[in-house]
């Protein structure tokens, strides 16, 4: 996990990447050396120190001195990879993840990009040829970014970094599960394209297994790790797959024992006695600081994306501070279990039409909810893993009968992720029904921060703030961001006055889910 700098074909390569790793300094420990294969090239990482802390400096080579390869994020399946390029007479030279993905794609090439289990961005440059590759993993859990000019290209693993070391260019998104090359961006095979069809029933026991190994999978070997707890369905199954292999793994708890959530992961930690560690919002003495300091962190001034970052941020800051690199979360299983509302009813009404909302939210997480997690975990140095996101457990929700995903109460109220909640089921003495049972809350709601999507303490300081007339001045300010409430001007307005955004142009093209009718 780090931030990654590289410049190929660029003036001033060195300053420029150096420059780049400087304000990615909070994504890392340690600084590796710059390494310039030319004078117009470079890549510099600013990297955290999980897997090889020691031997694990970027970029690494591939052993035959071909491909060179700076990464962000982390390969789970390298040890098996490595095993794999032994046989072929490849000899590594670290226990470095990036080393396995160079010697990888020389050997293979991209046709190894369907086989990695991770979450992962990632510049090869093949110093054979001069050509480039950069890829991100299919859900897009690790940021890439681009700047283009003429045959040149800078890259990074924020935006605001690239504004600053560019005058004029425009800062490209790099789309998730797909290849960047000097011929363009192409869509790569993986689970995410070539999903199974829908039709399997559902089987508890199956699902447990590949859930607990998906998350022994992410669980570091040789460093403590510590979960988010919010109390809900997601997190707390993954507060309880943790707990077997890590009796001692902590969870975070944001809010207090007046927070809506806080009964429910109480009830779990009495019954388990797991250590729930609970972080205060403090008094709220400097509002304007943390908008600031979360907008800025987030790089979007969407309404949803800023308000649960500030969740995201508090809790970050806090397993930081407790000295803590990994910790484990639950996101991915409401857009892969159906567990919005909107998906919830799009199942219910038809699976052909549960598939196209569900492909609208899994699109949209890489510009929302892991975006808002990777910034706000990342800017203290820690590496937010999901488990949910495992290619193993993302094929089975995809190939679930639709009708399996949803039911009804009692009271015939629609509830989705159905095949989580029968989890519960397989361990009654460990995970309470009470949680098995609820609804889903929106973390910013279940932690007391909002009341509701409406009554937020931050939309009602927009609304204060912001009189009609300076509203509409922003929305003529603003027009190619079709702006609909002060809230969301207040927050563009101040990410504004830390970068150009209108040098981003991937920043007005709004996240909304689209559900036809």
Same mark, same amino acid.
């Given at each position: ?103 990888? &794609? ?65 800062? &490209? ?49 040789? &460093? ?17 797959? &943790? ?275």
């Amino acid at each position: 996990m780090c931030g990654i700098a590289v410049a190929l074909n660029w003036s001033g390569a060195e300053a420029k990447v150096t420059r780049i790793a400087e304000l990615l300094a909070h994504r890392g420990d340690v600084t590796d050396p710059v390494v310039s294969p030319w004078a117009s090239s470079a890549f510099c990482t600013r990297r955290l120190r999980i897997v090889d802390a020691d031997g694990g400096a970027q970029p690494k080579l591939s052993g035959d001195g071909r491909i060179l390869v700076a990464m962000n994020g982390e390969i789970y399946n390298y040890a098996e990879l490595a095993r794999e390029l032994e046989t072929l007479g490849v000899r590594l030279q670290s226990g470095s993840d990036t080393e396995v993905l160079a010697c990888a &794609l020389s050997v293979w090439g991209g046709r190894v990009l369907p086989r990695l289990n991770g979450m992962y961005a990632f510049v090869a440059l093949d110093l054979s040829t001069g050509e480039f590759l950069a890829a991100r993993d299919p859900f897009g859990v690790k940021p890439l970014y681009a700047v283009q000019s003429g045959d040149g290209v800078l890259f990074s693993s924020e935006i605001r970094p690239l504004l600053d070391v560019t005058e004029t260019e425009e800062v &490209l998104l790099i789309p998730p599960g797909h290849v960047f090359t000097r011929r363009g961006t192409a869509q790569f095979h993986s689970f995410f394209t070539r999903r199974p069809e829908r039709g399997a029933p559902h089987d508890p026991q199956v699902l447990d297994r590949i859930l607990m190994e998906a998350i022994a999978t992410r669980v570091p070997t040789d &460093l403590p790790v510590a979960s988010l707890m919010s109390g809900g369905i997601d997190s707390t199954l993954v507060a309880h797959y &943790l707990r077997r292999i890590r009796p001692e793994a902590p969870g975070y708890f944001l809010g207090g024992p007046e927070a809506p959530d806080f009964s429910y992961a109480a009830e779990f930690a009495d019954m388990n006695g797991y250590e729930l560690r609970v972080v205060p919002f403090g008094d709220g003495g400097d509002t304007l600081g943390q908008i600031d300091a979360v907008v800025s962190s987030v790089e979007t001034f969407e309404p949803f994306v800023v308000r649960g970052g500030l969740c995201n941020y508090l809790l970050s800051r806090a397993v930081h501070g407790d000295g803590y690199r990994v910790a484990l979360c639950g996101e991915g299983a409401d857009e892969l279990f159906a567990g919005y509302s909107e998906g919830e009813d799009a199942f219910a009404r038809s699976e052909e039409l549960g598939d196209f909302v569900q492909e609208e939210f899994l699109n949209l997480m890489n510009k929302t909810s892991l975006q808002r997690l990777d910034r706000c975990s990342m800017r203290f140095e820690l590496e937010m893993r999901e488990p949910f996101l495992d290619p193993a457990v993302a094929t089975y929700a995809f190939g679930l009968a639709g009708s399996e995903l949803w039911s009804r109460n009692a009271d015939g109220a629609l509830r989705g992720k159905r095949p989580l909640r029968t989890l519960y089921d397989l361990y009654p003495d460990a995970l309470p029904a009470s949680i098995r049972d609820r609804r889903k809350t929106p973390m910013n709601e279940g932690t007391g921060f909002d009341e509701s999507l409406e009554a937020s303490p931050w939309a009602g300081l927009a609304r204060q703030s912001v009189s009609d007339g300076e509203f509409a001045d922003g929305q003529r300010r603003f027009e190619r961001y079709s702006l609909t409430t002060k809230e969301e001007y207040f927050y563009l307005d101040r990410l504004a006055r830390v970068m150009d955004v209108d040098r981003v142009p991937h920043l007005a093209h709004r996240s909304l889910i689209r559900v036809p009718r």
